[in-house]
């Protein structure tokens, strides 16, 4: 339940990025978050309905849940996981080292310029 | 139009994370990170692992919780130096909280900082305080199907510490397969059982001697994380 934590960031990051543009309206806001940042989709929309003052009350905030992505540490295969414990596709290992899903990230803006 | 932003949610956070693991490193200063659900036996625990280590280690502690210093109290009582930060509501510790009370401890004069998070199995894996070890407590009284079902701790951690383990014979709880379905989350987890009840004492010397080990690799510059 750090959604509201990670919101404020989220605010504060989009703000600091249109400061040089003229923006009438934002449309989109896209997050990307990885499987391991424990983020709920549902929290996080409720945070942002809650916390967005003008320009950003009202936009659509998409959310994409992405997969660990994984290196087996028996076979060397990478592949990528919603699940845990991680299962290597290839060997059917659980010790991989993690690549990457701790990510939480703003990833795009979509917004009208006057 | 659309722009690309690309920038990290947490980003603020590891930024002042990077600068307290910077500020611990120049003072030679070892860091845990304590964390688990409510419950789990964490300041208990810590008064032990106090006990334990005073004469080798002087240590200090930082105490998480929403509301109240009880757990603040219960450590000063130890006679080691103690900072409460109360979350009001917060779910977990983040670097800033830890970047603003640090400056009340004699970081110089110290050689161990206990950090108890807030009482949480889930939000506090994800906000790095600038600590060298993330140590979770889970007791065995809340079931072995803990790790699957909060599986991204587990992954965090680099120590488990499977508590009131004095209970066992009085519970159903599968410690074997609690300990494999550990295992299977995090291969790298070191694993140790305690028994933090007065007369029942138990594990608390290789976890002690652990720690010390650790704390005594990084003040020879042999460990270093972030």
Known sequence: ?114 | MKIDVKQDLLSLNNAVAAENRALFNSKNLFTINIMGSPGAGKTTLLERLITQICNDAVVAVIEGDLATARDAQRIAACDVPVIQINTDGGCHLDAEMIAKVVKGFDLAQTDLLLIENVGNLVCPAAFDLGEDLRMLVLSITEGEDKPGKYPTAFMAADVVVLNKMDLKDYLDTDTESLIADILAINHNIKIFSTSCRVGKLEGMEDLAAYIVDAMRLKKQGKIKRG
Do not use: W
Not at chain 1, 12 to 38: D, F, H, P, T
């Open chain 1, 1 to 114: 339940m750090h959604e509201a934590s990670l919101m404020e960031n989220l605010l504060s990051i989009a703000q600091e990025s249109l400061s040089g543009y003229n923006v009438i309206k934002i449309n989109c806001m896209s997050v990307k978050a990885g499987r391991l940042a424990n983020i709920l989709p549902d929290a996080l929309r409720f945070a942002f309905q809650s916390l967005a003052a003008e320009p950003f009350a009202g936009a659509r905030l998409e959310i994409e849940v992405l997969p660990i992505t994984a290196r087996c540490l028996d076979c060397g295969t990478e592949y990528q996981s919603m699940n845990i414990p991680l299962v290597c596709s290839h060997c059917g290992s659980n010790v991989a080292e993690i690549l990457s899903g701790s990510e939480v990230y703003l990833d795009s803006i979509d917004f009208d310029e006057k």
